[in-house]
């Protein structure tokens, strides 16, 4: 019964690891290998529900997150990976973005958390 609550405890360890963290400029820069960002996925919810994003002008943006790992078709949307599943090739196969939109201005005028699948 020892044994069991233990693996009990250090499966409960590691999920409160990797469960939901408040923002942090520094830690949501971090870059693993391949140029996976380890902490955005549990920060998300945070930023996405804490921080007034929409109204800010790209600037600001830019200063509270970095530079984007893309833009769209036009320079007014940029977006940041927050998970990317490259499975066994060199394509990914999982994709999970914060995406921002831009107002002429440079406001942002929406944002949306994307998940693609192939």
């Known amino acids: 019964m020892t044994r069991q609550?233990?693996?009990?405890?250090?499966?409960?360890?590691l999920y409160s690891c990797q469960a939901k963290q408040k923002f942090d400029k520094m830690r949501w820069a971090e870059v693993a290998d391949l140029?996976?960002?380890?902490?955005?996925?549990?920060?998300?919810?945070?930023?996405?529900?804490?921080?007034?994003?929409?109204?800010?002008?790209?600037?600001e943006i830019i200063e509270l997150?970095?530079?984007?790992?893309?833009?769209?078709?036009?320079?007014?949307?940029?977006?940041?990976?927050?998970d990317v599943d490259y499975g066994s090739d060199i394509d990914p196969i999982y994709t999970k973005t914060l995406n921002f939109q831009f107002y002429k201005d440079s406001i942002v005028k929406t944002f949306e958390v994307k998940e693609w699948k192939k």
Do not use: A, C, H, W
């Open 65 to 82: 997150l970095g530079q984007p790992q893309g833009k769209g078709e036009n320079d007014l949307q940029i977006f940041y990976d927050i």
């Open 5 to 13: 609550f233990i693996y009990l405890l250090i499966t409960v360890l």
């Open 35 to 59: 140029m996976t960002f380890p902490n955005r996925e549990s920060m998300i919810d945070d930023l996405t529900n804490n921080f007034q994003l929409k109204g800010k002008n790209y600037n």
